[in-house]
């Protein structure tokens, strides 16, 4: 696991104490084929810093690798899931080379969430604003405390929200991502879900056992099939229709004649279980 280097941790926010030099900004719990990330910054609301970006996808980069690992959980530690970028750290830097460090790196940071085999949930509570939201909007699925609360509001500080335009645009409808960027309002997790933000709003107590069964609902599955799957489905996205179709008709093609496809249809005819090797 990461932790903050001294000098970042002058620029930390509100983490400006020098005990945020031994703690890990992204922590890691593998359990039944899931591994659970944590974002932990808490005094800052897991504010995005770049050290914080960095690790997370160093984290990532460990599952993506891990045979092990099905699904991935993401989480915020403390009051709320993730307030964004450490609006802080952005200016005591105040050079445009940092901020173009910042951006690319939250950039690599977001497609590294859907390239990875895995799919990753967003477990979201308090409050995901701008990339905060941002990375809600890229998970593969999301799923919210009925009391937690998402905002695209850098409009409100005169720092349009650009880069979790990308995300946002891509999850819900032009019109809703518009009016979140355009007026920064917070928007309920009951109206996130109506949009298509999250796929799913459920009582704070309830919460964890949800995204648990969900995660291991998809866990049972062959990670071999997860793969093609997650992949195939960012690839066909902004393809046309007629790309798409030939597209995924090879994709099929060659996850038909893979071991676990056959394992399946075998064991389905045959009324079993099957045996998945992930291949």
């Known amino acids: 696991m990461s932790k903050e280097q001294p000098q970042m941790a002058q620029n930390a926010g509100s983490e400006s104490d020098v005990s945020v030099v031994y703690e890990d900004l992204v922590l890691r719990e593998d359990r039944g084929g899931v591994s659970y990330l944590t974002l932990n910054r808490p005094k800052a609301y897991n504010a995005l810093s770049l050290g914080c970006m960095q690790a997370l996808i160093n984290e990532l980069n460990g599952v993506a690798d891990d045979k092990s690992i099905k699904v991935v959980v993401l989480a915020g530690s403390g009051k709320g899931f993730c307030a964004g970028h450490d609006l802080k750290e952005m200016k005591e830097g105040a050079t445009e080379a940092f901020y ?18 895995q799919p ?32 695209t509001p850098g409009v409100n500080i005169g720092l349009f929200c650009s880069t979790p335009m990308v995300a946002l645009t891509r999850a819900v409808h032009p019109k809703q991502a518009m009016a979140m960027l355009l007026t920064g309002e917070m928007v ?12 799913e709003a459920v009582a704070p107590n309830e919460l964890d056992e949800r995204v648990d069964q969900v995660a291991q609902l998809i866990a049972a599955k062959s990670s071999y099939t997860l ?45 079993r279980s099957p045996c998945w090797q992930g291949r």
């Not at 990753?120 to 604003?129: F, Q, S, Y």
């Not at 593969?140 to 609360?149: F, H, K, N, Q």
């Not at 997790?189 to 999250?198: C, F, H, Q, S, W």
């Not at 007629?242 to 394992?263: G, P």
């Open 100 to 117: 173009q460090e910042t951006f690319a790196t939250c950039a690599e940071l977001m497609a590294k969430i859907q390239s990875i085999p």
């Open 120 to 151: 990753v949930i967003a477990k979201v509570h308090g409050i995901a604003t701008a990339a905060g939201c941002q990375l809600v909007a890229t998970c593969d699925l999301a799923y919210a405390a009925s009391d937690s609360r998402f905002a």
């Open 188 to 199: 309920s997790a009951d109206k996130a879900e109506k949009v298509g933000l999250i796929n």
């Open 227 to 271: 793969k093609v799957g997650k992949e195939a489905f960012y690839q066909q996205r902004d393809m046309s229709q007629s790309e798409a179709y030939s597209y995924c008709s090879r994709v099929m093609t060659e996850n038909m004649l893979a071991h676990d496809a056959q394992e399946g249809v075998d064991a389905f005819l045959n009324k």
